[in-house]
């Protein structure tokens, strides 16, 4: 097996002026202080790890037959939804081996763990439109490497499932993704099942994750404040426009924030309920809100809202709202 093996795994060529040197095979090729895969094998105690490597030797073995291959072939590794049969942690420890092998390889894969251990550059994400599928992917080139990095954490490690979702709704904060995932239930969309995914942009930086949907062919829409940062969101979606219509790509919120919006729309009640104000009393929006804010936390106070509107049925969610889920919903299902 190790004769047979590393003679098609060899990747190094020989040189003329020492043509005895070891080539670079599959078992014994190693890059600086990293193990080679037989030091890994050999060192395991593990007896999945060891039978995952058996397997893939052996399904190895079954591809080539009674094939003479040329000296100068190269294999090519092809592995459909390997997730399909393994938990989770053998999953990790499989795709640790197949790092190991000095070979392309090409994965088809749904699980969002899987994603989240390969570089961004080398993902392929696939968009099937009316007549044909296409292969997406990030152009590095295009992005600065602080943008990678923010890029890399909050999509990649924290957020790889989003990459299958087919429109993401972009928001400022942790308020608006309990809200806007909460009423959606309310209104009847489950937006998971719908292809929605729901992303605070705040931490991240709107304009790259902007790019990173149009790179790999998802739509987007995008929710903002109506402060002064709000506004300079809002200038950041119009420069990304091209030929899109500004309502198709963004919503704005006529008020500072979430909260003064939904107290000006038909919330006063229960803002005012919430500090104990009597619902007749003078006093002005803000100073109700912050009070708010000061004795709740944000997702505390956002989970709130979710209740009362429970409570006082769809209905009281205001308009606005359900325009943009009707819109993402709609955008997702490709009827834009």
């Known amino acids: 097996m190790n004769s047979l093996v590393e003679h098609y795994f060899s990747f190094k060529r020989q040189h003329r002026k020492n043509p005895r040197q070891q080539r670079d095979g599959l ?40 094939t003479d291959l040329r000296r100068c072939a190269r294999p090519l590794l092809i592995l459909e939804d390997p997730e399909g049969r393994l938990h989770p942690t053998h999953l990790a420890r499989a795709w640790s081996l197949l790092q190991l092998l000095p070979m392309q390889k090409i994965l088809t894969t749904n699980s969002p763990d899987l994603l989240g251990q390969v570089p961004l550059a080398s993902l392929r994400r696939l968009v099937r439109q009316s007549d044909k599928t296409i292969a997406t992917q990030l152009p590095i080139k295009g ?39 909460e009423l959606a239930n309310q209104c009847g969309y489950n937006l998971a099942a719908e292809g929605v995914q729901i992303i605070e942009f705040a931490q991240s930086g709107l304009k790259s994750l902007v790019k990173v949907a149009k ?33 198709h790509r963004l919503t704005e919120l006529p008020d500072k924030d979430i909260e003064h919006y939904l107290y000006a729309n038909g919330f006063e009640p ?52 359900r325009w943009t889920l009707k819109r993402v919903v709609t955008m997702a299902n490709g009827n834009t």
Not at 57 to 63: F, G, I, S, V
């Open 270 to 321: 229960f803002f005012k309920q919430m500090i104990k104000v009597p619902l007749d009393h003078p006093i002005p929006p803000k100073k109700v809100v912050a009070r708010v804010l000061k004795k709740f936390a944000k997702p505390d106070l956002a989970l709130a809202i979710v209740h009362y509107c429970e409570e006082q049925g769809p209905e009281c969610i205001p308009l606005l709202i």
């Open 143 to 181: 992005f600065g490497k602080d943008e990678l990095r923010r890029i890399g954490f909050h999509i990649r490690f924290h957020r790889s499932g989003a990459l299958f979702a087919r429109c993401w709704l972009l928001v400022e904060g942790e308020t608006e993704v309990w809200l806007f995932n």
């Open 27 to 66: 078992f014994y090729s190693k890059p600086a202080n990293e193990k080679s895969l037989s030091q890994v094998v050999e060192e395991t105690n593990n007896k999945q790890t060891r039978l995952l490597l058996m397997g893939l030797l052996n399904a190895y073995l079954q591809a080539k037959g009674p």
């Open 215 to 247: 790179a790999f062919g998802i739509d987007w829409h995008v929710v903002t404040d109506g402060d002064a940062a709000g506004k300079k969101y809002a200038v950041a979606v119009k420069n990304q426009l091209e030929n899109d219509q500004e309502r």
